[in-house]
């Protein structure tokens, strides 16, 4: 009999998790598990508050390989899920019988039509926080003491590093589109104690856009919509994620991370696009939750192949945490596109997220850690 191959597209945490589980239930063929060309996988968690700060290196931050699998860092650039190929940045073309797409996200670009954006990157003073390339980048800038930096956008990863980098002693301004910045992750009344934490710390100015750059021997002016021009040492760009290549819009999946109209390929973390009833579709790119994917993606496709019992319907229930200014934001599963937000406590903040069905599908607090970890197993239950 043939061997099988499954092919896992992507060695980040949706990709090992995949991988892992596949051998951890007993799968006897060849798993190949694909990554970046020249670049060990690593947890992306620790970009920031690890490399960034300069409390680890990016050898330290490496995933190992998943004992039983092969892993081949060699870039997918395509693959044709008819053909069951994929096509390597080497040149090489691969086949499999199955594949796990889980290729994840990469950050979000300012519009390279802004005035003097181009030049300000090419001088190293913008950049991205998402890679160990970028943090490394940031580290060394910073290196020389106490800087001017500008981070654009208040998500959890600009906020974060704003929090990180005031803590580490730096003149941070933070500038974000949106007046109360976080609004779809957190629910408006924990992302207005947010707003209000970093208003207490550093410089905001929120319901602001970037217009324009202008790069000097020594600085970076930021030209904001409002004809405001702020002086920087630094400017990082923190505007979310897109999936990555090579499938840049995401891939649509069902409810067991199967690919729409293919039998054989599945997908899990940033790159998959989930449904959410009504229609409603959603990505979401956070660690533990892509690393959930991952093995609910490979429990699905061994029961495809009738090794292992249906796992279900993927629910997002995963816990995620951030910590700013000295305070602990922390939630568990997602807040869904048009879902019901209500108060399940006031002291400690605890926000819940529940579909108009009222069943729970979300939950968040502000120091809280010990109540999101019990209401993380009453989530998606009516």
Same mark, same amino acid.
């Given at each position: 009999m043939r061997e099988l191959t499954i092919a896992v597209i992507g060695s980040g945490a949706a990709g090992t998790s995949a991988a892992r589980t596949l051998v951890g239930l007993g799968f006897g063929g060849r798993i190949l598990v694909i990554g970046?060309?020249?670049?060990? /996988?690593?947890? %992306?968690?620790?970009?920031?508050?690890? =490399?960034?700060?300069?409390?680890?290196?990016? !050898?330290?931050?490496?995933? /190992?390989a998943v004992a039983g699998t092969e892993r081949l860092l060699d870039t997918a650039l395509g693959f044709d899920a008819s053909a069951s190929s994929i096509r390597l940045a080497s040149g090489a073309e691969l086949r499999f019988d199955a594949a796990i797409?889980?290729?994840?996200?990469?950050?979000?670009l300012l519009e390279t039509a802004l /005035?003097? =954006?181009?030049?300000?990157?090419?001088?190293?003073?913008?950049?991205?926080?998402?890679?160990?390339?970028?943090? !490394?980048?940031? %580290?060394? &800038?910073?290196?020389?003491?106490?800087?001017?930096?500008?981070v654009l956008g208040a998500g959890l990863v600009g906020s974060e590093a704003a929090s990180?980098?005031?803590?580490?002693?730096?003149?941070?301004?933070?500038?974000?589109?949106?007046?109360v910045p976080l609004v779809p992750a957190l629910g408006r009344a924990v992302a207005e104690q947010v707003a209000d934490l970093h208003r207490g710390h550093v410089t905001t100015l929120f319901g602001r856009t970037a217009a324009a750059f202008k790069h000097h021997s020594d600085q970076v002016d930021l030209l904001l919509d409002d004809g405001r021009v702020?002086?920087?040492?630094?400017?990082?760009?923190?505007?979310?994620?897109?999936?990555?290549?090579?499938?840049? !819009?995401? =891939?649509?999946?069902?409810?067991?991370? &199967?690919?729409?109209?293919?039998?054989?390929?599945y997908a899990a973390g940033g790159v998959a696009v989930l449904p959410f009833g009504d229609g409603r579709r959603l990505r979401i790119d956070h660690w533990d939750d892509a690393a959930a994917q991952g093995?609910?993606?490979?429990?699905?496709?061994?029961?495809?192949l009738g090794q292992v019992d249906d796992p279900g319907p993927y629910r997002a229930s995963s816990r995620f945490s951030i910590r700013l200014h000295g305070t602990t934001i922390a939630g568990a599963g997602v807040a869904v596109p048009g879902v019901v937000e209500r108060a399940a406590s006031y002291e400690p903040l605890i926000t819940v997220f529940e579909s108009t069905e009222g069943t729970p599908t979300g939950v968040v607090g502000v120091n809280a850690a010990r109540q999101i970890q019990d209401w993380s197993t009453r989530l998606h239950r009516t």
């Amino acid at each position: 009999m043939r061997e099988l191959t499954i092919a896992v597209i992507g060695s980040g945490a949706a990709g090992t998790s995949a991988a892992r589980t596949l051998v951890g239930l007993g799968f006897g063929g060849r798993i190949l598990v694909i990554g970046e060309t020249g670049r060990a /996988p690593y947890n %992306r968690t620790l970009v920031d508050k690890g =490399l960034m700060t300069g409390l680890l290196t990016a !050898e330290q931050m490496a995933l /190992p390989a998943v004992a039983g699998t092969e892993r081949l860092l060699d870039t997918a650039l395509g693959f044709d899920a008819s053909a069951s190929s994929i096509r390597l940045a080497s040149g090489a073309e691969l086949r499999f019988d199955a594949a796990i797409v889980a290729t994840g996200s990469r950050p979000r670009l300012l519009e390279t039509a802004l /005035p003097g =954006l181009p030049e300000a990157i090419a001088t190293g003073r913008v950049t991205t926080l998402h890679s160990t390339r970028d943090a !490394e980048a940031i %580290r060394g &800038r910073l290196a020389v003491g106490p800087r001017r930096v500008t981070v654009l956008g208040a998500g959890l990863v600009g906020s974060e590093a704003a929090s990180l980098l005031h803590e580490a002693g730096h003149q941070v301004t933070l500038v974000a589109r949106s007046k109360v910045p976080l609004v779809p992750a957190l629910g408006r009344a924990v992302a207005e104690q947010v707003a209000d934490l970093h208003r207490g710390h550093v410089t905001t100015l929120f319901g602001r856009t970037a217009a324009a750059f202008k790069h000097h021997s020594d600085q970076v002016d930021l030209l904001l919509d409002d004809g405001r021009v702020i002086e920087s040492d630094l400017v990082i760009v923190a505007h979310g994620t897109v999936a990555s290549p090579p499938a840049s !819009e995401g =891939l649509i999946v069902d409810d067991r991370l &199967r690919a729409h109209g293919e039998a054989s390929l599945y997908a899990a973390g940033g790159v998959a696009v989930l449904p959410f009833g009504d229609g409603r579709r959603l990505r979401i790119d956070h660690w533990d939750d892509a690393a959930a994917q991952g093995a609910h993606a490979a429990r699905s496709l061994l029961h495809s192949l009738g090794q292992v019992d249906d796992p279900g319907p993927y629910r997002a229930s995963s816990r995620f945490s951030i910590r700013l200014h000295g305070t602990t934001i922390a939630g568990a599963g997602v807040a869904v596109p048009g879902v019901v937000e209500r108060a399940a406590s006031y002291e400690p903040l605890i926000t819940v997220f529940e579909s108009t069905e009222g069943t729970p599908t979300g939950v968040v607090g502000v120091n809280a850690a010990r109540q999101i970890q019990d209401w993380s197993t009453r989530l998606h239950r009516t």
